[in-house]
């Protein structure tokens, strides 16, 4: 028998699939260190899946008993019935698709509750729709933020972590979702930000969590995305407002580092000018800068002719990487994929760099 070679944690894209084909009948318990995208899964299924399911959010840690459901007394049969909550939107004859968020910081009362909901489709004592999926989600316990479950529960349930992004899985999610472009670019020259501290090499990491050292604002998946807001508005923030709200979102260590990207911006060529004139201007020599502008570019390319002339003025960009990152972003972004797979410039680039790509 040959050996097969278990990994400890699993990406968000394998749970995407994983979640539909077992959670109907055993339910996955995704753990993660904070921020790195467990409650989108939901979202992304809902996307998936289309409007065959009825979706359903649960924020366990502020939910009650009465936020579930509760006995009611019928004065007919004279017994109590269990009346469903609205929530869970039982008067559609749909299967349900419930996220569990934050399992394990529910109060054990409600943990009751819901290993009831997730070993047997339940939900107190009125079943589910057939074909209803289960999840849940909650931190490592290594985190140090209150998370347990009961002892009896653990086992009837499928346990997993889940990775954090790598560099190009957030950049793509990033493009796809319309953050800023140079949130885009600072995490692109700064691959620490997608670092886990659960490697345990990581002391020197000042951007991301780390339970041993007392953080509220880190860098994550999430906190980066949530801060592109901030960078759209930094002109009329301010530039000390700016600075402020994104060390309060991000950490003051990566809020200063983004400082030196954001003060690029006024100086970058604008798109329509590249596309008017891709041959002659100027190239900006600021490796930050140049990435701006790729992501600028993924974000408004339109037509084939903007796109083979852009392609004209990436060719003349000396580094490999920079031009790597626009390919490979231009040609996994859903906007712009079928654009590119028809493009001349980009098939020909793609076959004369094959080797940036591997085998």
């Known amino acids: 028998m040959s050996n097969i070679n278990l990994v400890e944690t699993v990406s968000i894209n394998e749970l995407r699939k994983l979640i539909p084909v077992v959670g109907t009948s055993l339910t996955p318990v995704i753990v993660s260190e904070p921020g790195v995208g467990k409650t ?14 009825d979706y359903i959010y649960v924020d366990c840690p502020v939910k009650d008993m009465s936020d579930i459901g509760m006995v009611i007394p019928n004065h007919q049969t004279k017994s109590l019935e269990y009346y469903v909550a609205s929530l869970f939107k039982m008067d559609s004859k749909k299967p349900k ?33 057939e074909g209803s999926i289960i999840f849940a989600t909650s931190n490592n316990s290594s985190d140090g933020v209150g998370d347990s479950m009961l002892a009896h529960a653990g086992n009837r349930v499928c346990i ?21 472009r140079s949130i885009r670019a600072f995490v692109s020259m700064r691959p620490a930000c997608m670092n886990s501290y659960m490697t345990g090499d990581q002391e ?7 339970p041993k050292k007392p953080q509220m604002s880190f860098v994550s998946p999430r906190s980066l995305a949530k ?25 003051l260590s990566a809020a200063k580092d983004m400082s030196a990207f954001l003060s690029l911006e006024s100086q970058l060529p604008d798109f329509k000018d590249i596309i008017k004139s891709p041959d002659g201007i100027d190239i900006p020599k600021d490796m930050a800068a140049l990435l701006m502008l ?17 392609m004209t003025f990436v060719k003349r960009v000396a580094s490999d990487e920079v031009q790597a990152i626009f390919f490979t972003m231009i040609m996994r972004a859903k906007r712009t994929v079928k654009l590119a797979r028809n493009n001349k410039e980009i098939e020909t680039w793609a076959v004369a760099n094959h080797e940036l790509f591997g085998s």
């Open 294 to 310: 790729m992501f600028q570019a993924i974000d408004v390319v339109e037509t084939q002719d903007e796109l083979s002339k852009f």
């Open 97 to 129: 698709v419930i996220c569990l968020d934050e399992l394990m910081k529910a109060p054990k009362l409600l943990q009751v509750i819901f290993t009831r909901m997730m070993l047997e489709r339940m939900v107190g004592d009125v079943p589910l729709p």
């Open 40 to 53: 989108s899964l939901l979202s992304m299924m809902e996307k998936d899946l289309g409007d065959k399911y």
């Open 204 to 210: 020197d990491n000042t951007y991301i969590f780390n």
């Open 227 to 251: 801060s592109s807001v901030i960078v759209a508005n930094k002109d009329v923030l301010g530039e000390n407002a700016t600075m402020c709200a994104l060390a309060g979102t991000i950490g």
């Open 160 to 180: 997993m972590k889940m990775a954090k992004p790598t560099v190009k899985e957030w950049l793509l999610w990033a493009t796809e979702n319309k953050v800023h």
